[in-house]
């Protein structure tokens, strides 16, 4: 009976089902100093958004410190709700809603006119040669920084394997090791 117990309780550890959705446990490591952050999709700060999961982001340090080399960098993992695989197209909507609620919900907690803000713009295109049941994206997010209220360009690299997807942004060139450091924490997802 012990070991009966015990299994099921494992097995309750190991997955969570809610309204009719589970949720696979899945291990996302940070790197050395990056924070931690959860929650449900969508997000309060962009609730048209037109998907549902949860987003677990991890934050480079120094990555609202404009002077420093982490400055907007970090890394997140969807886990959508529905295993239907999103298009190149779905994915920058996504993205458009995401952002476009992040800057005028933070420009409002910090009372900054929002009339100030430009629009999110999103391009992006499919990197080749990818494996069976995976999609990989490259490209470019534009946006108002709203934390200094100036125009910046993200450069993301997007991967995509059923209804996980991991999201790589920062404003640094692909060329900088930062970049080595996110796809580590790619190959860490189980």
């Known amino acids: ?8 309780f494992l097995f309750f550890l190991l ?6 959705f589970c949720q696979t446990v899945y291990l996302l490591n940070a790197p050395p100093d990056w924070t931690v952050e959860r929650f449900a999709l969508p997000p309060v700060f962009a609730p048209g958004l037109p998907i549902k999961g949860i987003e677990d982001i991890r934050f480079s340090p120094g990555w609202s410190k404009k002077k420093g080399d982490g400055y ?3 890394c997140y993992l969807w886990t959508l709700e529905s295993n239907e695989p999103l298009t190149q197209a779905d994915i920058e909507t996504c993205l458009k809603y995401y952002y476009t609620g992040l800057v005028k919900s933070n420009l409002k907690d910090a009372k900054i006119d929002s009339t100030h803000t430009i629009p999110v713009t999103v ?13 990989a994206f490259e490209g470019e997010l534009h946006m108002l920084d709203y934390m200094t209220q100036t125009p910046i360009t993200l450069n993301f690299k997007i991967h ?3 209804n996980y997807i991991f ?13 080595a450091v996110m ?7 189980r």
Request: glycine share 6%; with cysteine; proline share 6%.
């Open 15 to 20: 997955s969570k089902c809610n309204d009719g």
């Open 72 to 74: 907007w960098t970090y």
């Open 167 to 179: 999201f790589e942004a920062s404003p640094l060139p692909y060329s900088n090791k930062i970049w």
């Open 1 to 8: 009976m012990r070991i009966k117990l015990f299994f099921m």
């Open 160 to 162: 995509q394997r059923g």
């Open 183 to 189: 796809d580590s924490a790619l190959k860490e997802v």
């Open 123 to 135: 391009n992006l295109h499919s990197i080749p040669n990818v494996a069976a049941g995976k999609k």
